[in-house]
Protein backbone atom coordinates (compact mmCIF):
# COMPACT_ATOMS: atom_id res chain seq x y z
CA UNK A 1 0.00 0.00 0.00
CA UNK A 2 1.22 3.40 -0.37
CA UNK A 3 1.94 5.45 2.38
CA UNK A 4 2.46 8.97 3.56
CA UNK A 5 1.58 11.23 6.64
CA UNK A 6 -1.83 10.97 6.03
CA UNK A 7 -2.32 6.92 5.89
CA UNK A 8 -5.21 5.52 7.60
CA UNK A 9 -5.97 2.21 9.29
CA UNK A 10 -9.87 1.19 10.02
CA UNK A 11 -10.55 -1.54 12.54
CA UNK A 12 -14.40 -3.26 11.19
CA UNK A 13 -14.85 -3.52 7.34
CA UNK A 14 -18.46 -3.73 7.44
CA UNK A 15 -20.64 -1.61 6.09
CA UNK A 16 -19.56 1.82 7.58
CA UNK A 17 -15.81 1.02 7.73
CA UNK A 18 -15.50 -0.77 4.48
CA UNK A 19 -17.50 2.41 2.48
CA UNK A 20 -15.04 4.61 4.59
CA UNK A 21 -12.05 2.96 3.48
CA UNK A 22 -13.12 3.02 0.12
CA UNK A 23 -14.17 7.05 0.26
CA UNK A 24 -10.47 7.50 1.23
CA UNK A 25 -9.04 5.42 -0.83
CA UNK A 26 -10.32 7.66 -3.77
CA UNK A 27 -8.99 10.77 -1.99
CA UNK A 28 -5.85 9.26 -2.43
CA UNK A 29 -5.39 8.41 1.28
CA UNK A 30 -3.31 5.39 1.83
CA UNK A 31 -5.90 2.85 3.92
CA UNK A 32 -5.28 -0.07 5.82
CA UNK A 33 -8.89 -2.42 6.82
CA UNK A 34 -8.55 -4.41 9.64
CA UNK A 35 -10.80 -7.06 10.89
CA UNK A 36 -11.32 -10.58 12.34
CA UNK A 37 -13.05 -11.86 9.38
CA UNK A 38 -10.91 -13.60 7.39
CA UNK A 39 -13.07 -14.29 4.48
CA UNK A 40 -14.05 -11.05 4.31
CA UNK A 41 -10.68 -9.93 4.31
CA UNK A 42 -9.40 -11.64 1.00
CA UNK A 43 -12.78 -10.92 -0.38
CA UNK A 44 -11.59 -7.20 -0.13
CA UNK A 45 -7.78 -7.91 -0.96
CA UNK A 46 -9.20 -8.89 -4.26
CA UNK A 47 -11.61 -5.88 -5.00
CA UNK A 48 -14.88 -7.10 -4.41
CA UNK A 49 -17.60 -5.73 -1.71
CA UNK A 50 -18.69 -8.88 0.24
CA UNK A 51 -21.68 -6.32 0.64
CA UNK A 52 -24.15 -4.76 -1.70
CA UNK A 53 -24.03 -0.81 -1.21
CA UNK A 54 -24.16 0.92 -5.03
CA UNK A 55 -20.85 2.52 -6.16
CA UNK A 56 -18.57 0.30 -3.80
CA UNK A 57 -17.14 -2.40 -5.90
CA UNK A 58 -15.99 -0.20 -8.57
CA UNK A 59 -14.48 2.24 -6.03
CA UNK A 60 -12.74 -0.66 -3.91
CA UNK A 61 -11.65 -2.34 -7.53
CA UNK A 62 -10.19 1.15 -8.34
CA UNK A 63 -8.88 1.38 -4.76
CA UNK A 64 -6.68 -1.90 -4.66
CA UNK A 65 -5.63 -1.70 -8.08
CA UNK A 66 -3.73 1.82 -7.20
CA UNK A 67 -2.36 0.50 -3.89
CA UNK A 68 -4.41 2.49 -2.13
CA UNK A 69 -5.99 0.19 -0.03
CA UNK A 70 -5.27 -3.14 1.83
CA UNK A 71 -6.76 -5.51 3.78
CA UNK A 72 -5.57 -7.46 6.71
CA UNK A 73 -6.58 -9.30 10.08
CA UNK A 74 -3.31 -8.68 11.34
CA UNK A 75 -3.26 -5.33 13.95
CA UNK A 76 0.03 -4.55 13.58
CA UNK A 77 -1.37 -2.72 10.37
CA UNK A 78 -2.01 0.03 12.40
CA UNK A 79 1.04 1.22 13.54
CA UNK A 80 2.30 1.49 9.87
CA UNK A 81 -0.53 4.77 9.61
CA UNK A 82 -1.62 7.73 11.89
CA UNK A 83 -4.83 7.70 12.56
CA UNK A 84 -7.11 4.61 13.39
CA UNK A 85 -11.02 4.54 13.18
CA UNK A 86 -12.76 1.94 15.32
CA UNK A 87 -16.05 1.16 12.91
CA UNK A 88 -16.95 -2.42 14.98
CA UNK A 89 -20.29 -3.14 15.47
CA UNK A 90 -22.07 -1.95 18.67
CA UNK A 91 -25.10 -4.35 18.87
CA UNK A 92 -27.91 -4.66 21.61
CA UNK A 93 -27.47 -6.77 24.31
CA UNK A 94 -30.19 -8.51 25.85
CA UNK A 95 -32.03 -6.00 27.99
CA UNK A 96 -31.36 -3.50 24.58
CA UNK A 97 -28.60 -1.95 26.30
CA UNK A 98 -24.98 -1.70 24.40
CA UNK A 99 -22.79 -4.11 23.56
CA UNK A 100 -19.24 -2.70 23.58
CA UNK A 101 -17.51 -6.17 23.32
CA UNK A 102 -16.85 -5.68 19.82
CA UNK A 103 -15.22 -2.42 20.35
CA UNK A 104 -13.16 -3.58 23.31
CA UNK A 105 -12.01 -6.49 22.09
CA UNK A 106 -10.82 -4.11 19.06
CA UNK A 107 -9.27 -1.25 21.34
CA UNK A 108 -7.27 -4.01 22.94
CA UNK A 109 -5.62 -5.31 19.92
CA UNK A 110 -5.05 -1.83 18.59
CA UNK A 111 -3.51 -1.21 22.02
CA UNK A 112 -1.01 -4.24 21.94
CA UNK A 113 0.12 -3.07 18.28
CA UNK A 114 0.23 0.53 19.06
CA UNK A 115 2.88 -0.05 22.10
CA UNK A 116 5.66 -0.78 19.62
CA UNK A 117 4.93 2.65 17.24
CA UNK A 118 6.92 5.67 18.07
CA UNK A 119 5.23 8.96 16.91
CA UNK A 120 1.99 10.90 17.37
CA UNK A 121 -1.18 8.20 17.05
CA UNK A 122 -4.52 9.14 16.81
CA UNK A 123 -7.44 6.75 17.46
CA UNK A 124 -11.27 7.72 16.64
CA UNK A 125 -14.17 6.15 17.42
CA UNK A 126 -16.57 5.81 14.85
CA UNK A 127 -18.74 3.42 15.62
CA UNK A 128 -22.12 4.41 17.59
CA UNK A 129 -21.48 4.48 21.23
CA UNK A 130 -23.65 5.87 24.26
CA UNK A 131 -21.86 8.85 25.63
CA UNK A 132 -19.05 8.24 27.53
CA UNK A 133 -17.79 5.60 26.02
CA UNK A 134 -14.34 7.12 24.50
CA UNK A 135 -13.65 8.68 28.01
CA UNK A 136 -14.25 5.77 30.20
CA UNK A 137 -14.26 2.75 27.94
CA UNK A 138 -11.84 3.19 25.20
CA UNK A 139 -9.64 5.53 26.91
CA UNK A 140 -8.56 3.14 29.65
CA UNK A 141 -8.30 0.12 27.44
CA UNK A 142 -5.68 2.22 25.00
CA UNK A 143 -3.60 3.63 28.15
CA UNK A 144 -3.49 -0.23 29.43
CA UNK A 145 -2.28 -1.66 26.45
CA UNK A 146 -0.03 0.99 25.08
CA UNK A 147 1.50 1.99 27.85
CA UNK A 148 0.86 5.28 27.03
CA UNK A 149 -1.20 8.29 28.56
CA UNK A 150 -3.84 9.38 26.02
CA UNK A 151 -2.54 13.47 25.46
CA UNK A 152 0.74 14.27 24.01
CA UNK A 153 1.01 11.25 22.19
CA UNK A 154 -1.86 9.40 21.80
CA UNK A 155 -5.05 10.82 20.82
CA UNK A 156 -8.91 9.97 21.20
CA UNK A 157 -11.80 11.50 19.59
CA UNK A 158 -15.16 10.80 19.19
CA UNK A 159 -16.59 11.11 15.14
CA UNK A 160 -19.51 9.64 14.91
CA UNK A 161 -21.11 8.26 11.44
CA UNK A 162 -24.46 9.52 9.98
CA UNK A 163 -24.26 7.72 6.18
CA UNK A 164 -27.40 6.09 5.26
CA UNK A 165 -26.89 2.43 3.54
CA UNK A 166 -27.64 2.70 0.09
CA UNK A 167 -26.50 5.78 -0.44
CA UNK A 168 -23.52 5.21 1.70
CA UNK A 169 -20.99 6.20 -0.83
CA UNK A 170 -22.28 9.37 -1.63
CA UNK A 171 -23.05 10.28 1.76
CA UNK A 172 -19.29 9.75 3.00
CA UNK A 173 -18.12 12.05 -0.02
CA UNK A 174 -21.05 14.96 0.84
CA UNK A 175 -21.94 14.95 4.41
CA UNK A 176 -24.30 17.39 5.69
CA UNK A 177 -21.84 18.21 8.59
CA UNK A 178 -18.95 16.14 10.43
CA UNK A 179 -18.97 15.63 14.16
CA UNK A 180 -15.52 15.73 16.26
CA UNK A 181 -15.68 14.68 19.96
CA UNK A 182 -12.13 15.71 20.65
CA UNK A 183 -10.39 14.75 24.42
CA UNK A 184 -7.66 17.31 23.43
CA UNK A 185 -7.07 20.16 20.98
CA UNK A 186 -3.65 18.17 18.88
CA UNK A 187 -6.32 15.32 18.54
CA UNK A 188 -9.12 17.75 17.40
CA UNK A 189 -6.69 19.59 14.79
CA UNK A 190 -5.07 16.32 13.83
CA UNK A 191 -8.80 15.02 12.45
CA UNK A 192 -9.96 18.10 11.34
CA UNK A 193 -6.39 18.19 9.33
CA UNK A 194 -7.26 15.00 7.99
CA UNK A 195 -11.03 16.36 7.28
CA UNK A 196 -9.43 19.67 5.46
CA UNK A 197 -7.27 16.62 3.13
CA UNK A 198 -9.96 14.49 2.36
CA UNK A 199 -13.13 17.21 1.16
CA UNK A 200 -9.82 19.35 -0.61
CA UNK A 201 -10.82 22.61 0.89
CA UNK A 202 -15.05 22.21 0.50
CA UNK A 203 -15.33 21.14 4.21
CA UNK A 204 -18.59 20.53 5.44
CA UNK A 205 -20.10 22.42 8.91
CA UNK A 206 -17.41 21.18 11.28
CA UNK A 207 -18.64 20.90 14.80
CA UNK A 208 -15.94 20.10 16.89
CA UNK A 209 -17.13 19.76 21.17
CA UNK A 210 -15.83 16.81 23.52
CA UNK A 211 -16.73 13.65 22.98
CA UNK A 212 -20.24 12.94 24.83
CA UNK A 213 -21.84 15.66 22.98
CA UNK A 214 -20.54 13.89 19.79
CA UNK A 215 -21.83 10.56 20.78
CA UNK A 216 -25.06 12.10 21.91
CA UNK A 217 -25.22 14.57 18.70
CA UNK A 218 -25.78 10.68 16.95
CA UNK A 219 -28.31 9.37 19.08
CA UNK A 220 -30.29 12.68 18.57
CA UNK A 221 -30.33 11.87 14.74
CA UNK A 222 -31.36 8.51 14.85
CA UNK A 223 -33.80 9.19 17.27
CA UNK A 224 -35.49 12.07 16.10
CA UNK A 225 -35.92 10.02 12.34
CA UNK A 226 -36.94 7.03 13.74
CA UNK A 227 -39.76 9.12 15.93
CA UNK A 228 -40.83 11.35 12.39
CA UNK A 229 -41.07 7.65 10.87
CA UNK A 230 -43.28 6.69 13.63
CA UNK A 231 -45.31 9.86 13.57
CA UNK A 232 -46.19 9.67 10.52
CA UNK A 233 -47.35 6.07 10.44
CA UNK A 234 -49.15 7.29 13.53
CA UNK A 235 -51.26 9.55 11.06
CA UNK A 236 -51.33 7.00 8.43
CA UNK A 237 -53.14 4.82 10.38
CA UNK A 238 -55.38 7.48 11.47
CA UNK A 239 -55.58 8.46 7.93
CA UNK A 240 -56.30 4.80 6.66
CA UNK A 241 -59.47 4.85 8.92
CA UNK A 242 -60.85 8.31 7.72
CA UNK A 243 -62.99 7.29 4.06
CA UNK A 244 -61.45 9.35 1.27
CA UNK A 245 -58.10 10.44 2.67
CA UNK A 246 -54.64 9.53 1.60
CA UNK A 247 -51.59 10.12 3.70
CA UNK A 248 -49.25 11.36 0.93
CA UNK A 249 -51.45 14.35 0.81
CA UNK A 250 -51.12 15.42 4.09
CA UNK A 251 -47.20 14.45 4.37
CA UNK A 252 -47.12 16.42 1.53
CA UNK A 253 -48.61 20.02 2.88
CA UNK A 254 -47.00 19.41 6.61
CA UNK A 255 -43.73 18.69 4.52
CA UNK A 256 -43.68 22.29 3.25
CA UNK A 257 -43.64 23.79 6.30
CA UNK A 258 -40.12 24.47 6.52
CA UNK A 259 -40.19 23.68 11.04
CA UNK A 260 -41.35 20.01 9.78
CA UNK A 261 -39.25 19.25 6.72
CA UNK A 262 -40.34 17.10 3.66
CA UNK A 263 -38.09 14.42 4.24
CA UNK A 264 -38.70 11.26 6.51
CA UNK A 265 -42.25 11.36 6.18
CA UNK A 266 -43.27 8.51 3.98
CA UNK A 267 -45.70 5.86 5.65
CA UNK A 268 -44.60 2.78 5.67
CA UNK A 269 -44.26 -0.96 7.19
CA UNK A 270 -41.75 0.85 10.17
CA UNK A 271 -38.24 1.30 10.41
CA UNK A 272 -35.51 -1.50 9.98
CA UNK A 273 -31.86 -1.31 9.95
CA UNK A 274 -29.04 -2.31 11.88
CA UNK A 275 -29.40 1.03 14.06
CA UNK A 276 -32.74 2.92 14.44
CA UNK A 277 -33.93 0.45 16.88
CA UNK A 278 -30.69 -0.54 18.24
CA UNK A 279 -29.81 3.02 18.98
CA UNK A 280 -32.87 3.70 20.64
CA UNK A 281 -33.25 0.90 22.82
CA UNK A 282 -29.03 1.67 23.63
CA UNK A 283 -30.31 5.29 24.50
CA UNK A 284 -33.37 4.40 26.61
CA UNK A 285 -31.72 2.00 28.58
CA UNK A 286 -28.90 4.48 29.10
CA UNK A 287 -31.25 7.37 30.36
CA UNK A 288 -33.07 4.86 32.47
CA UNK A 289 -29.91 4.06 34.19
CA UNK A 290 -29.13 7.71 34.81
CA UNK A 291 -32.71 7.75 36.18
CA UNK A 292 -34.70 9.27 33.45
CA UNK A 293 -37.40 7.58 31.01
CA UNK A 294 -37.60 8.90 27.79
CA UNK A 295 -41.25 8.13 27.09
CA UNK A 296 -41.27 9.73 23.47
CA UNK A 297 -38.58 6.88 22.53
CA UNK A 298 -40.42 4.16 23.99
CA UNK A 299 -43.77 5.00 22.26
CA UNK A 300 -41.88 5.74 18.58
CA UNK A 301 -40.63 1.99 18.90
CA UNK A 302 -43.95 0.41 20.06
CA UNK A 303 -45.63 2.16 17.32
CA UNK A 304 -42.84 0.88 14.94
CA UNK A 305 -43.40 -2.42 16.38
CA UNK A 306 -47.10 -2.58 15.67
CA UNK A 307 -46.83 -1.42 12.42
CA UNK A 308 -46.11 -4.73 11.48
CA UNK A 309 -49.64 -5.97 12.75
CA UNK A 310 -51.34 -3.39 11.00
CA UNK A 311 -49.76 -4.59 7.32
CA UNK A 312 -51.12 -8.00 8.20
CA UNK A 313 -54.06 -7.24 9.37
CA UNK A 314 -54.35 -5.66 5.89
CA UNK A 315 -53.75 -8.93 4.68
CA UNK A 316 -56.44 -10.74 6.68
CA UNK A 317 -58.98 -8.35 6.10
CA UNK A 318 -59.06 -9.25 2.44
CA UNK A 319 -58.64 -12.45 2.52
CA UNK A 320 -60.25 -13.58 5.74
CA UNK A 321 -58.39 -15.97 7.53
CA UNK A 322 -54.90 -16.53 6.87
CA UNK A 323 -54.64 -19.91 7.12
CA UNK A 324 -53.13 -21.99 4.40
CA UNK A 325 -53.17 -18.75 2.25
CA UNK A 326 -50.07 -18.56 -0.12
CA UNK A 327 -48.88 -14.83 0.41
CA UNK A 328 -45.94 -13.35 -1.42
CA UNK A 329 -43.89 -10.98 0.21
CA UNK A 330 -41.84 -8.89 -2.69
CA UNK A 331 -39.30 -7.12 -0.56
CA UNK A 332 -37.12 -8.23 2.07
CA UNK A 333 -34.18 -5.50 2.73
CA UNK A 334 -35.00 -3.46 5.06
CA UNK A 335 -35.23 -0.19 2.57
CA UNK A 336 -34.01 -1.09 -1.47
CA UNK A 337 -30.45 -0.78 -2.60
CA UNK A 338 -29.38 -3.05 0.00
CA UNK A 339 -28.81 -6.29 0.82
CA UNK A 340 -29.44 -5.44 4.61
CA UNK A 341 -32.35 -7.49 6.35
CA UNK A 342 -30.90 -6.16 9.85
CA UNK A 343 -34.37 -5.80 11.66
CA UNK A 344 -36.16 -5.47 8.43
CA UNK A 345 -40.03 -4.66 8.88
CA UNK A 346 -41.08 -7.73 6.46
CA UNK A 347 -39.28 -10.26 9.07
CA UNK A 348 -41.62 -8.41 11.34
CA UNK A 349 -44.48 -9.12 8.83
CA UNK A 350 -43.75 -13.05 7.59
CA UNK A 351 -43.18 -14.08 11.43
CA UNK A 352 -46.88 -12.65 12.28
CA UNK A 353 -48.29 -13.92 8.66
CA UNK A 354 -46.68 -17.55 9.50
CA UNK A 355 -47.87 -17.31 13.07
CA UNK A 356 -51.31 -17.64 11.32
CA UNK A 357 -50.94 -20.31 8.89
CA UNK A 358 -49.64 -18.65 5.56
CA UNK A 359 -47.19 -20.19 3.59
CA UNK A 360 -45.13 -17.47 2.71
CA UNK A 361 -43.10 -17.34 -0.54
CA UNK A 362 -40.61 -14.43 -0.94
CA UNK A 363 -38.24 -12.49 -3.47
CA UNK A 364 -35.72 -9.68 -3.02
CA UNK A 365 -33.92 -8.58 -5.96
CA UNK A 366 -30.64 -8.93 -3.15
CA UNK A 367 -31.28 -9.65 -0.10
CA UNK A 368 -32.42 -13.73 -0.38
CA UNK A 369 -28.80 -14.67 0.30
CA UNK A 370 -29.05 -12.79 4.17
CA UNK A 371 -32.51 -14.28 4.37
CA UNK A 372 -31.79 -17.81 4.01
CA UNK A 373 -29.37 -17.38 6.68
CA UNK A 374 -32.12 -16.63 9.46
CA UNK A 375 -34.76 -18.15 7.69
CA UNK A 376 -33.85 -20.85 5.57
CA UNK A 377 -36.41 -23.39 4.61
CA UNK A 378 -38.77 -21.56 7.24
CA UNK A 379 -40.80 -20.15 3.72
CA UNK A 380 -40.43 -20.31 0.06
CA UNK A 381 -38.30 -18.39 -2.10
CA UNK A 382 -38.57 -17.07 -5.92
CA UNK A 383 -36.53 -15.83 -8.33
CA UNK A 384 -38.20 -12.41 -9.47
CA UNK A 385 -41.50 -11.30 -8.64
CA UNK A 386 -43.50 -12.46 -10.92
CA UNK A 387 -42.64 -16.49 -9.99
CA UNK A 388 -43.14 -15.03 -6.55
CA UNK A 389 -47.13 -13.54 -7.04
CA UNK A 390 -48.10 -16.62 -9.15
CA UNK A 391 -51.05 -18.76 -7.43
CA UNK A 392 -50.47 -16.26 -4.63
CA UNK A 393 -53.70 -15.34 -2.63
CA UNK A 394 -52.24 -11.90 -1.57
CA UNK A 395 -49.12 -10.05 -2.57
CA UNK A 396 -47.55 -7.81 0.52
CA UNK A 397 -45.09 -4.71 -0.51
CA UNK A 398 -42.14 -5.18 1.55
CA UNK A 399 -39.20 -3.14 0.03
CA UNK A 400 -39.72 -0.03 -2.63
CA UNK A 401 -37.28 -1.92 -5.41
CA UNK A 402 -37.24 -0.30 -8.84
CA UNK A 403 -37.85 -3.37 -10.31
CA UNK A 404 -40.84 -4.09 -7.90
CA UNK A 405 -42.33 -0.49 -9.19
CA UNK A 406 -42.78 -1.73 -12.30
CA UNK A 407 -45.31 -4.63 -11.96
CA UNK A 408 -48.36 -3.03 -13.78
CA UNK A 409 -51.75 -4.35 -12.49
CA UNK A 410 -52.31 -6.80 -15.58
CA UNK A 411 -49.14 -8.74 -14.14
CA UNK A 412 -51.20 -9.10 -10.80
CA UNK A 413 -54.18 -10.45 -12.36
CA UNK A 414 -52.75 -12.60 -14.37
CA UNK A 415 -50.40 -14.16 -12.17
CA UNK A 416 -52.43 -14.14 -8.92
CA UNK A 417 -55.08 -16.70 -7.70
CA UNK A 418 -56.50 -13.08 -6.35
CA UNK A 419 -55.49 -10.13 -7.18
CA UNK A 420 -55.21 -8.79 -2.89
CA UNK A 421 -52.49 -6.52 -2.69
CA UNK A 422 -51.13 -4.92 0.34
CA UNK A 423 -49.20 -2.09 -0.40
CA UNK A 424 -46.92 -1.70 2.81
CA UNK A 425 -44.63 1.23 1.17
CA UNK A 426 -47.22 2.78 -1.06
CA UNK A 427 -45.20 2.15 -4.63
CA UNK A 428 -48.39 2.09 -7.31
CA UNK A 429 -50.47 4.85 -7.76
CA UNK A 430 -54.29 3.63 -6.43
CA UNK A 431 -55.95 5.05 -9.38
CA UNK A 432 -54.31 2.02 -11.76
CA UNK A 433 -55.01 -0.19 -9.48
CA UNK A 434 -58.58 0.25 -8.97
CA UNK A 435 -60.15 -2.73 -10.51
CA UNK A 436 -57.87 -4.78 -8.03
CA UNK A 437 -58.34 -5.38 -4.37
CA UNK A 438 -55.20 -2.84 -3.35
CA UNK A 439 -55.10 -1.35 -0.07
CA UNK A 440 -51.70 0.99 0.84
CA UNK A 441 -50.83 1.93 4.47
CA UNK A 442 -52.31 5.40 4.85
CA UNK A 443 -54.77 4.98 2.31
CA UNK A 444 -58.49 5.75 3.17
CA UNK A 445 -61.18 3.70 1.27
CA UNK A 446 -64.07 5.69 -0.06
CA UNK A 447 -66.21 2.22 0.04
CA UNK A 448 -64.45 0.07 2.90
CA UNK A 449 -66.06 -3.46 1.01
CA UNK A 450 -64.92 -1.38 -2.71
CA UNK A 451 -61.72 -1.20 -4.51
CA UNK A 452 -59.95 1.50 -4.05
CA UNK A 453 -60.95 4.99 -5.38
CA UNK A 454 -58.72 7.74 -3.92
CA UNK A 455 -56.37 9.72 -5.84
CA UNK A 456 -53.05 10.59 -5.11
CA UNK A 457 -50.85 13.88 -4.85
CA UNK A 458 -47.97 12.53 -7.38
N1 LIG B 1 -24.77 0.47 9.00
C1 LIG B 1 -25.10 1.76 9.05
O1 LIG B 1 -25.88 2.26 8.25
C2 LIG B 1 -24.47 2.66 10.09
C3 LIG B 1 -24.57 4.05 9.95
C4 LIG B 1 -23.98 4.87 10.91
C5 LIG B 1 -23.33 4.31 12.01
N2 LIG B 1 -23.27 2.95 12.14
C6 LIG B 1 -22.55 2.40 13.28
O2 LIG B 1 -21.26 1.99 12.82
C7 LIG B 1 -20.83 0.81 13.53
C8 LIG B 1 -20.55 -0.30 12.54
O3 LIG B 1 -21.76 -0.63 11.89
P1 LIG B 1 -21.79 -1.58 10.58
O4 LIG B 1 -23.19 -1.61 10.12
O5 LIG B 1 -20.71 -1.17 9.66
O6 LIG B 1 -21.40 -2.98 11.27
P2 LIG B 1 -21.16 -4.39 10.56
O7 LIG B 1 -21.73 -5.40 11.46
O8 LIG B 1 -21.61 -4.33 9.13
O9 LIG B 1 -19.56 -4.51 10.53
C9 LIG B 1 -18.80 -4.65 11.66
C10 LIG B 1 -17.45 -5.27 11.24
O10 LIG B 1 -16.59 -5.27 12.38
C11 LIG B 1 -15.86 -6.50 12.38
N3 LIG B 1 -15.37 -6.76 13.73
C12 LIG B 1 -16.05 -7.17 14.82
N4 LIG B 1 -15.23 -7.27 15.86
C13 LIG B 1 -14.01 -6.91 15.45
C14 LIG B 1 -12.75 -6.79 16.07
N5 LIG B 1 -12.60 -7.06 17.37
N6 LIG B 1 -11.71 -6.39 15.35
C15 LIG B 1 -11.85 -6.12 14.03
N7 LIG B 1 -13.01 -6.20 13.37
C16 LIG B 1 -14.08 -6.58 14.08
C17 LIG B 1 -16.85 -7.52 11.85
O11 LIG B 1 -16.21 -8.67 11.37
C18 LIG B 1 -17.56 -6.71 10.75
O12 LIG B 1 -16.91 -6.84 9.51
C19 LIG B 1 -21.94 0.52 14.53
O13 LIG B 1 -21.65 1.12 15.74
C20 LIG B 1 -23.16 1.17 13.91
O14 LIG B 1 -24.13 1.51 14.86
C21 LIG B 1 -23.81 2.11 11.20
Redesign the pocket.
Known amino acids: MKRDTHSISI ?8 CTAATFASRGIGTIG ?4 HE ?1 VQQIRKGKAP ?1 HEPQLDDMLKTAVKNKLLDATTDFSGATDTNTTFL ?4 PSGRDGSIDLS ?1 LK ?2 TI ?1 LGRALRKKHGYHLVVV ?4 IPGTPTNIVNPILEDFTKTKVGPSLGLCAN ?6 GT ?1 INDALHPDKIVIGASDKKSADRLTGLCKRFYRGKLPPLIITNPESAELV ?1 YASNAFLATKISFINTIANIAQQTPGVDVGTVAKAIGLDARIGELFLKAGPGYG ?3 FH ?2 LQALINYSKKNGYNPVLFQATEETNEKQATRIVDMAEKLLGSLSDKKVAVLGLAFKKDTD ?1 IREAASFRVIGQLRKKGAQVIAYDPMAIPNAKKVLSDQIDYANNPRSTIKGADCAVIMTEWEQLRKLKPKDFRSYMKTPNIVDARRIYDPEDFRELNYVAVGLGQRNPTGPQQVSRVP
Open positions: IGLGYVGLIDIDRLTVGTFQADKSTVPEFLKEAKGSCKDD
